[in-house]
Nanobody
């Protein structure tokens, strides 16, 4: 069973930046993509970005608009989400997730293992 731990969230002003980290441990070789999701109060969980293990293919939600970048660290069990030009509507709990199938998706139902999340608040 894989474990995922997110970090890097916090309070930032509009226009600011944050870098989120997701560290995986356990039987990580059996799992493939890493995706970031977010959930704001009263809203459904939505996909943000995804990176596939086999070839590094990335996928982003339409609202990212070039502001976020997902990448793998030198240690293959770490994935980052660099978020720039943050807006108040980006405020949410951000989760990383993975699954045994090596494919990217923006659908939470396609991922079987989840971290506990890190809070991102964008406010002046």
């Amino acid at each position: 069973q894989v474990q995922l731990v997110e970090s890097g969230g916090g309070l930032v002003q509009p226009g600011g930046s944050l870098r989120l980290s997701c560290v995986a441990s356990g039987f990580t070789m059996d799992y493939f993509p890493i995706a970031w999701f977010r959930q704001a109060p009263g809203q459904e969980r939505e996909g943000v970005a995804c990176i596939r293990r086999s070839d590094g293919l990335t996928e982003y939600a339409h609202f990212v608009g070039g502001r976020f970048t997902i990448s793998r660290g030198n240690a293959k069990n770490t994935v980052f989400l660099q978020m720039n030009s943050l807006k108040p509507e980006d405020t949410a709990v951000y989760y990383c997730a993975t699954d045994r199938r090596d494919r990217c998706s923006m659908d939470p139902a396609d991922f079987s293992s989840w971290g506990q999340g890190t809070q991102v608040t964008v406010s002046s």
